[in-house]
């Protein structure tokens, strides 16, 4: 189990508050904020539009595994700090490790963004499933 | 010349037969997987370090980079990296923990 927290970097927030000339939402950048303020404006942050559903999530994973079968349980009622099953037949000969970082990578722009704070990994083949 | 970051961290992997990178200190961890992992660690009664990274951005990065994994806390059991508590719990559960702590502390 792992906690993200300190890579939220509150982009949307910060983009929100400056807009380019056009009034558009600036280009994504990534601006990381010192943990403690990241920290204190996590709660503003974390509850709302920036909320992930299962099915958004599911849909990362099968950009990486196209069969996975995908639980999601969320562990705090915030719909950020998850715990994700993945059942999918390219984890076949591969380590524990390595099973992860293909669901890590998988969900690396959720992770980025803040969307997903906390993820707990299950990964395993439909036949040990 | 290898980064100085880099050559900081070879050094810790090696120099602490359990080492976990996280967040806070054994007694406030500020995280509550750092929290997990310690009392994971705690009852194997081995002696074990953790380095605290939270305000170290540079050095998570690296050991991002290092380790092809890209959240914290980070485990290295006799220099070999071992992922988080996801991956210690189902290798406790087949008994695999014991023994490998064993050999790393030469019993």
Request: hydrophobic share 40%; proline share 6%; with cysteine.
């Amino acid at each position: 189990m792992v906690c993200l927290v300190d890579r939220v970097p509150l982009v949307r927030w910060v983009q929100s508050k400056t807009p380019n000339k056009q009034g558009k939402p600036a280009a994504s950048h990534h601006t990381e904020l010192p943990f403690s303020l990241a920290l204190r404006y996590s709660d503003r942050y974390e509850i709302g539009e920036t909320m992930i559903t299962p099915d958004v999530l599911t849909e990362y994973v099968r950009k990486v595994m196209p069969d996975a079968a995908v639980t999601v349980m969320d562990r705090t009622g915030t719909m950020n700090h998850l715990k994700v099953v993945v059942v999918s037949a390219a984890f076949a000969g591969k380590n524990l490790l390595d099973r992860h970082r293909l669901v890590y990578q998988a969900l690396d722009v959720p992770m980025k963004d803040g969307r997903i704070h906390a993820l707990e990994i299950t990964a395993q083949t439909t036949e040990e499933a | 010349m290898a980064d100085p970051i880099q050559e900081e961290i070879n050094k810790e992997v090696a120099a602490h037969k359990i080492l976990i990178y996280g967040k806070g200190t054994k007694q406030m961890p500020m995280c509550g997987f750092t929290r997990e992992t310690i009392q994971f660690f705690d009852k194997y009664g081995y002696p074990f370090e953790l380095i605290d990274v939270l305000s170290q951005p540079a050095k998570r990065e690296a050991l991002a980079k290092m380790t092809n994994w890209p959240t914290l806390p980070k485990v290295f059991i006799d220099g070999q990296f071992y992922g988080d508590t996801d991956i210690l719990d189902p290798m406790a559960a087949k008994g695999e923990i014991e023994p490998l702590l064993k050999k790393a502390f030469g019993k």
